[in-house]
């Protein structure tokens, strides 16, 4: 720990892996065994976002990229083409029903993994519970990348979304 030279968990997990390597202990992905609660590409739900839904997810997604990037967190909210909450130490609940008070309906959330994310050990994660606070912050898209999201609850959270008219679109980084 006293080699870090930055305290971000991505650094402080990879630098625990490391060591143990070197203990010729392999860390794999947390994914290795559970590939089935990866995203799949598509729309998830029976509702597809409309064009200026969609226009938000494109404009979020490199938005959520970039703020990945610097590590500062993984989720945006937007309507617009306006960024209304940008996901810092609070998390993602906190981000979405700020950006939903500020929106007042019909936000887009849009959550990816950080460039060069090590997937061993922090994969993004969405379920039931955030689509009960997309619903509470009346947001109407949820917009997450395919293959790098985890989805718990699926089944739930799909009929759940299905039943409030909350799209789910699980996209490529490379859809440009």
């Given at each position: 720990?006293?080699?870090?030279?930055?305290?971000?968990?991505?650094?402080?997990?990879?630098s625990?892996?490391?060591?143990?390597s070197?203990?010729?202990?392999?860390?794999?992905?947390?994914?290795?065994?559970?590939?089935?609660?990866?995203?799949?590409?598509?729309?998830?739900?029976?509702?597809?976002?409309?064009?200026?839904?969609?226009?938000?997810?494109?404009?979020?997604?490199?938005?959520a990229?970039?703020?990945?990037?610097l590590?500062?967190?993984?989720?945006?909210?937007?309507?617009?083409?306006?960024?209304?909450?940008?996901?810092a130490?609070?998390?993602?609940?906190?981000?979405?029903?700020?950006?939903g008070?500020?929106s007042?309906?019909?936000?887009?959330?849009?959550?990816?993994?950080?460039?060069?994310?090590?997937?061993?050990?922090?994969?993004?994660?969405?379920?039931?519970?955030?689509?009960?606070?997309?619903?509470?912050?009346?947001?109407?898209?949820?917009?997450?990348?395919?293959?790098?999201?985890?989805?718990?609850?699926?089944?739930?959270?799909?009929?759940?979304?299905?039943?409030?008219?909350?799209?789910?679109?699980?996209?490529?980084?490379?859809?440009s």
């Amino acid at each position: 720990m006293s080699k870090l030279l930055v305290f971000h968990d991505d650094d402080i997990l990879r630098s625990v892996a490391d060591e143990m390597s070197k203990e010729g202990i392999e860390v794999i992905s947390s994914i290795a065994y559970l590939p089935e609660l990866l995203a799949p590409s598509g729309c998830l739900t029976k509702r597809r976002p409309g064009k200026s839904e969609m226009e938000d997810i494109y404009f979020g997604f490199k938005i959520a990229k970039d703020l990945g990037r610097l590590d500062i967190g993984q989720c945006v909210v937007v309507r617009d083409r306006t960024v209304l909450a940008v996901e810092a130490i609070d998390g993602t609940d906190a981000t979405i029903l700020r950006g939903g008070q500020l929106s007042k309906e019909k936000a887009v959330v849009v959550k990816v993994s950080k460039p060069g994310q090590d997937l061993r050990f922090d994969v993004p994660a969405v379920g039931l519970h955030t689509v009960k606070i997309m619903y509470q912050a009346k947001a109407s898209v949820l917009a997450i990348e395919a293959g790098k999201t985890l989805l718990f609850d699926r089944e739930h959270m799909i009929d759940h979304a299905n039943k409030t008219r909350i799209s789910i679109l699980s996209l490529s980084d490379d859809f440009s």
